[in-house]
């Protein structure tokens, strides 16, 4: 009797995770208000609001990158990229992550430097060490707005332990770092599992710590960032005739940066709507109000990785197919090329061989 063969792991996650995202949504419809209460929201949207609310978050996204470029300035031997290289792949990871699960959009913008300065050994996993040290100097400003927030805004009693998790994940973090920056002795990336390969590139990343200055600035301008981010939420409360104070944009801010923590699928859409829907009802607004603004909001967001992104995407004469087999932490070293440019390379090398 033949044994029941089940499909490939990722043919299976690929048809899971629609799955389990339209059981969210649906959960969240049935406990919820109806279609036609969140469709009415949006007819009263502002749309000059709206258009606001996608210019600061462009601004958000120039800080930011701005913060990646000193954090690569300081581990990065000369030549370094310029500004424009780092916001182009900084663009492309933005769009790889809004349409793809699992953070390929980090290890995207990696490529992205990395196949524009080639032949320099090593040069993958610092980078790879400078995205984690970007994602670090987070740290200090969402413990600024969790401080925020405890002490302004009306915050659910099961919204409380996000808020808890959150400063101890941070605050964790900070102290990783901060020891982390202070060894210099680093291991061979050379014959190390791909955990290990991470945290030694990690570290390497987070040399940036051991020169204040650009940490600082580094930090400065992550802050910067998030508060452009919070301005953004604000702003697109108004396109949605939402009056609620600044305090509650940070409440959503907060939660919704917390219900993308773990990328289940792209967006976690219908995830990002509840947290953004339920904290708002402390304030007034209705719950088929507060999840039309989730979408609006999370639509808001990802209409300015997208559009720069594919902008940038085509700049780079890369695909979305490339996208989707981005090289991982165990190919720090190996990882020099993009895989369709490898196998380019790899036939182009052949018919020279069949020719001679």
């Known amino acids: 009797m033949k044994r029941l063969r089940l499909p490939r792991s990722k043919w299976w996650r690929a048809a899971l995770v629609p799955l389990f995202a339209a059981g969210v949504i649906g959960l969240l419809l049935w406990r919820g208000p109806s279609l036609s209460g969140i469709a009415d929201a949006f007819t009263a949207v502002k749309w000059q609001w709206v258009a606001v609310a996608i210019g600061i978050n462009l601004a958000s996204v120039v800080v930011r990158a701005l913060a990646w470029r000193t954090v690569i300035r300081a581990a990065v031997p000369p030549p370094r990229p310029g500004f424009m290289l780092v916001f182009s792949a900084f663009s492309v990871g933005l769009f790889a992550n809004a349409v793809l699960p699992g953070r390929i959009g980090e290890l995207a913008r990696v490529a992205v430097l990395n196949r524009k300065l080639p032949g320099r050994r090593g040069l993958w996993a610092t980078l790879v060490g400078t995205v984690v040290a970007h994602r670090v100097f987070d740290v200090v400003p969402v413990v600024l707005l969790v401080l925020y927030v405890l002490i302004t805004a009306k915050i659910p009693g099961w919204a409380m332990t996000s808020v808890v998790v959150a400063i101890g994940v941070g605050v964790a973090l900070l102290a990783f770092a901060v020891a982390s920056a202070r060894r210099q002795n680093l291991p061979s990336l050379d014959n190390l599992g791909p955990v290990r390969r991470l945290l030694v590139m990690a570290r390497q990343g987070l040399g ?9 600035l580094a930090i400065l301008f992550q802050c910067l960032g998030w508060l452009c981010q919070l301005l953004a939420v604000w702003t697109a409360m108004r396109a949605f005739d939402i009056h609620a104070p600044l305090p509650a944009a940070g409440l959503v801010l907060l939660l919704m940066n917390v219900a993308t923590i773990f990328p289940l699928w792209p967006g976690n859409v219908g995830l990002v709507q509840a947290a953004v829907a339920y904290p ?20 808001i967001e990802a209409s300015v990785g997208i559009g720069i992104g594919l902008i940038f995407l085509g700049t780079e004469g890369l695909s979305f197919a490339m996208l989707k087999v981005m090289p991982d932490a165990s190919q720090a070293e190996m990882g020099e090329e993009l895989p369709e440019e ?8 052949a018919g020279v061989s069949g020719k001679s």
Do not use: C, M, T, W
């Open 208 to 216: 940036v710590l051991r020169d204040p200055k650009p940490a600082f």
């Open 280 to 299: 708002l009802g402390a304030y007034g607004v209705s719950r088929a109000h507060g999840i039309a603004y989730g979408f609006g909001l999370q639509a």
């Open 342 to 349: 490898e196998d380019d390379r790899r036939a182009a090398g």
